[in-house]
């Protein structure tokens, strides 16, 4: 499972080693031109230079003495201090010297596993960022004397003590990924604060959290009440510095989303969903849509840099139907009694559980008295005094063509609920389905609704006035020609 993942990470490593080095060779050449320029304004108007620059021309056709008399003596004036002359022929070596060691470095070298001692993680990371600062120093010493800027008496003393914490946002982009790989299946907690822990050094470590299986071994001491432990989906709640991605291998474009976590400048955690050992593509892609569709992995992308405000760094969108709490299935069969019946089921982690063989035994046939069975989603309605003596039940398809129920065990309905509450707070602080913006809607819509009835109300009996007056003015209007009729005279107006 790891190789699988490790295979795009070592394509991201790379191309960012290959992109060091590309970086290295042309900041190389800016200062051999600047030297090759320096040579020039110190001995390009001397005989043998032009003798050497012209070539046979010089030798058939031109008299190379009389031209330098005519050039006359070099622009000395021109040329380089001695001191930056020194400064950039002993730069360029040191830039050779990185140029050829980067492309080669092993992705090994910046991997590590979570369970190594915390101390070796800080000092290994700590030494492979600061190696890349050493480029990043370099080829900005080298920028600024390729320009002429390079004051000896400003930047001798900002360059001394240069670290990985004096890089920028586009050089910490730029550097290669040091990667701390954790397996957290059955994760009690204890892991993720070990993440946590190394997380809170800023150093830009990116954590390749692994996991097969949804099985979690804490799951069913709280009941269906709000979880009270720290899931990696909200990390971002207690470290909103630190970057998340939660995806599956088998997702559209995931090394795309990998790439992209790999390479954002700050620490990072990258939640993937992983295929078993020795299972097959296909057979995990579809059990990775069916993890997403029960909420059992909710797809997730926090990302700090994305805006100021905390509501907008979150991107639940790769998720279906993210407006609703639960997806649907629509099952159709026969049920005990043979009759045919359609029912539309939620799709919840129960329903996924029955295919996955470390969860299936959490459920079980149901009892012959079915006066205490209760559907799983409302029975996680339920306070905890009202779902005693009830047992939360699922539909499903059996192979026979049948609709059959099963019992949901106390622990499988518990992990069940605490895929919900995240899954309903996961929307809320992603504005999806936030209670107060609901609230205020509804109060919108009731004193939006009962000012419009109020002016229905009014054209109504506006309306009604009109219509009466009308009414009666054609009544007076056919009196009046009767009487003209009948008379013959005229009536007066």
């Not at 009308?470 to 009544?475: S, T």
Request: charged letters at 25%.
């Amino acid at each position: 499972m790891k190789e699988q993942i490790l295979q795009p990470a070592a394509d991201v490593w790379r191309r960012h080693c290959a992109a060091l080095g590309e970086t290295l060779a042309e900041t190389v050449d800016g200062l051999e031109n600047l030297l090759r320029l320096d040579e020039y304004h110190r001995h390009g108007h001397e005989p043998d230079r032009l003798q050497s620059a012209l070539g046979p021309l010089a030798a058939a056709s031109l008299d190379v003495d009389s031209l330098s008399q005519v050039l006359g003596k070099s622009t000395r004036s021109r040329a380089m201090p001695p001191e930056r002359l020194v400064r950039v022929r002993e730069l360029i070596p040191k830039l050779v010297e990185l140029k050829e060691a980067w492309p080669d470095v092993p992705l090994d070298r910046a991997l590590i596993e979570l369970d190594t001692n915390h101390g070796e993680i800080h000092e290994r990371a700590e030494a492979h960022f600061n190696q890349l600062a050493q480029v990043f120093r370099a080829v900005r010493i080298a920028q600024l004397e390729i320009r002429a800027k390079y004051d000896t008496q400003v930047h001798d003393a900002g360059f001394a003590d240069f670290d990985w914490r004096q890089l920028g946002p586009g050089e910490l982009r730029a550097c290669p990924p040091f990667l701390v790989i954790a397996r957290l299946d059955g994760c009690d907690g204890a892991r993720l604060r070990s993440v946590m822990a190394l997380l809170e050094t800023g150093m830009p470590i990116k954590v390749l959290a692994l996991r097969s299986s949804v099985c979690e071994a804490a799951s069913g001491a709280g009941g269906t009440a709000v979880p009270s432990r720290m899931t990696i989906e909200t990390l971002p709640l207690a470290m909103r510095g630190v970057y998340l991605l939660q995806t599956h291998s088998a997702a559209s474009g995931f090394q795309a989303q990998l790439s992209q976590a790999l390479t954002v400048p700050r620490p990072g955690v990258i939640s993937v969903f992983c295929p078993r050992h020795g299972e097959a593509e296909n057979a995990f892609q579809t059990r990775a849509e069916r993890a997403v569709r029960a909420r059992a992995v909710p797809m997730c992308v926090y990302d700090p840099d994305r805006d100021d405000r905390f509501v907008m760094c979150f991107d639940l969108s790769s998720n279906p139907s993210v407006d609703v709490l639960w997806t649907t299935d629509k099952l159709t069969g026969r049920d005990s009694q043979g009759e045919p019946v359609e029912v539309d089921e939620p799709f919840t982690l129960a329903h996924f559980a029955a295919s996955e063989p470390e969860l299936a035994t959490e459920l079980a046939d149901p009892p012959e008295r079915t006066d205490t069975l209760v559907p799983l989603v409302d029975f996680l309605r339920l306070s905890r005094h009202q779902q005693v003596g009830k047992l939360p039940f699922i539909s499903l398809a059996a192979e026979e063509g049948t609709i059959v129920r099963k019992v949901v065990s106390r622990k499988l309905a518990a992990q069940c609920a605490e895929r919900l509450h995240l899954w309903q707070t996961l929307r809320e602080i992603s504005g999806i389905d936030n209670p107060h913006v609901n609230t205020t809607r509804t109060t919108l819509q009731r004193e939006l609704g009962a000012e419009r009835d109020a002016q229905i109300e009014s054209l109504r009996q506006n309306m009604e006035k009109d219509a009466t007056s009308r009414e009666r003015a054609a009544v007076a209007s056919a009196v009046r020609k009767l009487v003209a009729r009948l008379t013959g005279i005229e009536p007066q107006n």
